[in-house]
């Protein structure tokens, strides 16, 4: 029936199910992928010390300090950085800026869940490119007319990360779109694609501050690119939000840039700890794919992965279940502390045996 | 000439063009209406004591502890508040939600900029409703076939409030759609038709923290109204980005809701600042509209507007000029402390005198 008075005005839409944040602090929380350990001392020291008297005034629109950071850590020039309000508003900016031609933009069929979002958001054409069985990316199939292409590296939710050859094979079929590499599980154990950004003037890298720098609370992410497909992003950011990056954010966010030798510690911990988790679940009758990522991708050879993520949930540890064609039988699981960790396992043992 | 390659995929777009943020501490900075007054020393050490460890964690992605602080501040139920990041976002939430219908929507000829962007970006169509002569809003004027309705109050760049008894002449004619009223610079002087929220369900408010709360470094928005129209905006947001607000905003928000003495006593002082400005302005042969907001508009009987502002720049006082139709005899001055002013007064009768 057809909505009447000032309702007939209303948005048709469906809310996003974002994945679950128990409230209890006895849960074990491995659904969402964020870090298992906190952000350095230093993002703690840079907001204590922030000067609140300065919140008075309108960040700095440019987010110039953290863009200067960020160039300094990767060696390019700040004009191209990008920042943004977490890597999905990176992602929008990103969608908006490149995605406007008349042919279809290609991505994995198995992927995150917010590209279709943006497309259906912004009109923009798509085609999704399956898969091969492993779940693995064949660049060969990247090679038809399209619009532009998106795709995470490593992927999610398989965490299999590409082959820096293959994405150069990939690259040189497709100079004349825009090809965004979605970097943001990238620094678990992925070879990134900065150091292509100097050949390539059509390919951009999104990442964020949510994974590897511990600071999902902040909503912090980034882009790289060339100078002027940078400006394109920015053009748009600026067009629907003057000041999207807030004052303590960016002093957060330098900060995490600063401590490298924390960020890389904590990384080395948390792929050690996920080697661990993989052996075990090998042992006890899983099989999981190649991660690059602070999570797994697994599924059992006798119990369901729907079974399996309730067992848990009853135990109070939660992993991600995705009731989606090809991946309702695996289980996505981020990799936390040891002592989650052996929890995990201890729990999954009991189930098993 | 059409671009060729991967540019044919690029946005067309031109930049928004916000005040000028001078780096210089020397400047005073009258161009962008940030509360001329820090904010609450509750909000200092909200931030001080801030547990970093937690921002590993997403934020609350419905920003409970904010909505809470805010409903029982303004004796509604949480499920009536939305909170977004920055009042741009909570009004891009109400675009989106709000004007789906065909008629066109309605808003003065001379208001906030960013809401033709957002009719633009949204494809909305609408049609501007031209001020009277002492810009103020006639009401009347809204009594036609429209598709909703949106417009500040105080109107920004006037500073003219719009009578309570007005308002609900122009929401008894407008039943059958929504009416959205942008209170940025209410708590200046305005009457808040935060009590007319349960006689119209149609009616929602938009509010900021960066104005009255001294937050403009924060990006704090949030808006008011029926739990079924709020329920619309949170859905909106809810399907593009899942966690605008970060954890350390909703953090420094409540302490700035919690601590309502500084808040009334900021208020004050600036109230009887802009009242003093105005006297001493119309001394020196300027007409000033009368103000609810934290800024004046005001000419000048024999100085152009565009030569005022140059000759203010010259000395360091940065304050608004619009080139634009009708206002570009006018200068949007923030209210700024009382030694600000004084040197804002000082600068005025050198150019005068």
Redo the contacts between chains.
């Keep these: 029936m057809e909505k009447q008075?000032?309702r007939?005005?209303?948005?048709?839409?469906?809310?996003?199910v974002?994945g679950e944040?128990p409230k209890s602090d006895n849960i074990i929380?491995l659904n969402?992928n964020?870090?298992?350990?906190?952000?350095s001392p230093m993002?703690?020291m840079a907001?204590?010390?922030?000067d609140?008297?300065?919140?008075?005034?309108?960040?700095?629109?440019s987010a110039e300090p953290l863009k200067s950071e960020l160039a300094a850590y990767y060696g390019l020039t700040p004009g191209r950085v990008f920042v943004g309000?977490?890597s999905?508003?990176v992602l929008?900016a990103a969608f908006?800026?490149?995605?406007?031609?008349d042919e279809p933009i290609l991505y994995p069929d198995v992927t995150y869940s917010?590209y279709p979002?943006?497309c259906d958001?912004l009109k923009i054409p798509y085609k999704t490119i399956p898969l091969k069985d492993d779940f693995t990316i064949d660049v060969a199939d990247y090679k038809i007319k399209n619009?532009?292409i998106i795709f995470p590296n490593p992927n999610a939710p398989t965490s299999i990360a590409l082959d820096k050859n293959k994405i150069t094979e990939l690259l040189d079929a497709n100079?004349?779109?825009?090809v965004v590499i979605d970097e943001t599980y990238i620094d678990f154990g992925g070879e990134s694609c900065v150091d292509l950004l100097d050949k390539y003037?059509?390919l951009v890298l999104t990442r964020t501050f949510?994974k590897s720098r511990?600071?999902?609370?902040?909503?912090l992410g980034f882009a790289m690119g060339s100078e002027e497909l940078i400006s394109?992003m920015?053009?748009?950011k600026?067009?629907?939000?003057?000041?999207?990056?807030?004052?303590?954010?960016i002093a957060?966010g330098c900060a995490a840039v600063k401590d490298d030798k924390y960020f890389k510690d904590t990384i080395s911990k948390l792929v050690s700890t996920r080697e661990r988790l993989i052996k075990e679940f090998d042992a006890l009758g899983f099989e999981t794919a190649p991660s690059a990522a602070n999570f797994i991708f697994t599924r059992h050879d006798k119990f369901s992965a729907k079974e399996i993520f309730a067992f848990l949930r009853e135990k109070g540890i939660y992993v991600r279940y995705f009731n989606k064609p090809r991946i309702d039988n695996y289980l996505r699981i981020t990799v936390g502390t040891d002592e989650e960790t052996d929890k995990l396992i201890s729990a999954v043992k009991e189930l098993i045996n």
């Design positions: 008075g000032f007939k005005n209303l948005i048709n839409i469906e809310p996003y974002a944040q929380k969402a964020e870090n298992a350990y906190p952000p993002v703690g907001i204590a010390e922030f609140s008297s300065v919140l008075r005034k309108y960040p700095d629109f309000n977490g999905d508003d929008a908006r800026a490149f995605f406007n031609g917010f979002v943006w958001i619009g532009g100079r004349d779109v825009i003037d059509n949510s511990s600071l999902a609370g902040m909503r394109y920015n053009a748009v600026d067009s629907y939000n003057s000041y999207p990056v807030d004052a303590v954010a957060a």
